[in-house]
C-alpha cells in the first residue's frame, strides 16, 4: 500500500487529474485496501477511480465495469461485515 500511495503522488504531479494511469493506481489501491480489511477507504479509492473512467471510457469498457465491479463487491462485504459483526 505504501509503494501505491507512492506512486498514485508522483501519478498526480506529473499526470492530468483524469489519467487513466491514476484510475488504475487508485483501482489497485483498493484492492490492496480491500485485503487489508480497509474497506472505507478502498470505497473512495475505488470511487474515484471509476469516476475518472467515466470521464474517459464509454459505457461497457472492461475496464470501466471492472471498477464497477470492484465497488458493488466492497459494498457487499461491508453489507456483510454489519450484518454479522463478529464473522
Do not use: W
Amino acid at each position: 500500500l505504501e509503494y501505491s500511495n507512492r506512486a498514485l503522488a508522483v501519478l498526480e504531479r506529473c499526470a492530468s487529474a483524469d489519467s487513466l494511469s491514476i484510475a488504475s493506481v487508485l483501482n489497485n489501491m483498493g484492492a490492496i485496501q480491500m485485503a487489508l480489511g480497509l474497506f472505507t477507504e478502498a470505497q473512495k479509492s475505488l470511487k474515484r477511480a471509476l469516476e475518472i473512467c467515466e470521464k474517459n471510457l464509454p459505457y461497457g469498457h472492461p475496464r470501466r465495469v471492472t471498477m464497477e465491479r470492484n465497488i458493488q463487491r466492497n459494498e457487499e462485504i461491508i453489507r456483510q461485515h454489519r450484518n454479522n459483526p463478529g464473522a
